[in-house]
């Protein structure tokens, strides 16, 4: 069936390095793929996302790179702070494509730790 | 504003008690969703629902059940019949493909 495989499952940087999160889908029909925060006792909130038609989206510190052809895709934090410790999930969707809802398969999740 | 509510926050429930969270949304979406998440694991997919009276079962449908009666409403039913129910509920919405809004979640606790 779909899959969506994450890691690293914990992530420990020092304030102001670069964090890296990776994420492989199966389903070769994806075409949407939303990364997610989510802080303790929360709902998540998307940060970003990117659609299979570029290879890459930048907004400010954050940004995601999408390759097709090996089905990965990465989330890239830079110049990190304190305040980005939580909960990564990325996800995988067809959109509409055959007709199928827009149904997230879920990664399970990354703990991203900065030390001040 | 505009978002999701969700309630209660935090639900305690019995063996063999049925429970119903609610789920609200004055968003104007079409689509309404509803997630387990369990420590250590991504979310699992429940129940959706694409328009009013119409929904389908997600990858872990049993034990649960739901209603759309209106756009804005989509309340989760936890029955007995499902074994393990403690777990953090996430209802989310969205206008068609793309970006799903979240609420804030409900604690279900078996006792």
């Known amino acids: 069936g779909e899959n969506v495989e994450q890691h690293p499952s914990t992530l420990s940087v020092q304030e102001g390095d670069s964090a890296v999160i990776k994420c492989t889908y199966s389903?070769?029909?994806?075409?949407?793929f939303p990364w997610y925060k989510q802080e303790l006792g929360k709902g998540p909130q998307l940060i970003i996302d990117?659609?299979?038609?570029?290879g890459e989206k930048k907004d400010q510190r954050i940004a995601v790179t999408l390759n097709k052809t090996a089905k990965h895709f990465s989330l890239h934090i830079t110049e990190t702070q304190p305040e980005d410790s939580a909960v990564y999930f990325c996800?995988?969707?067809?959109?509409?494509?055959?007709?199928?809802?827009?149904?997230?398969?879920f990664g399970t999740g990354t703990l991203l730790a900065v030390q001040p | 504003d505009g978002g999701i509510t969700q309630s209660p926050k935090y639900l305690f429930r019995k063996e063999g008690q049925n429970v119903t969270l609610s789920c609200e949304q004055n968003?104007?979406?079409?689509?309404m969703y509803w997630y387990r998440q369990d420590p250590g694991q991504g979310l699992r997919l429940i129940y959706y629902?694409?328009?009013?009276?119409?929904?389908q079962k997600g990858d872990i449908a049993e034990g649960y059940s739901v209603s759309r009666e209106k756009k804005e409403s989509f309340p989760l039913t936890v029955t007995s019949a499902q074994k393990n129910p403690t777990a953090f509920y996430l209802c989310?919405?969205?206008?068609?493909?793309?970006?799903?809004?979240f609420g804030p979640g409900t604690r279900l606790t078996v006792l």
């Open positions: 996800a995988a969707s067809r959109g509409n494509y055959g007709g199928a809802t827009n149904k997230l398969i």
């Open positions: 968003l104007n979406h079409d689509a």
């Open positions: 389903d070769s029909a994806s075409n949407y």
């Open positions: 990117i659609r299979s038609n570029v």
């Open positions: 989310a919405s969205s206008k068609g493909p793309g970006e799903q809004f």
């Open positions: 629902s694409q328009i009013v009276n119409d929904f």
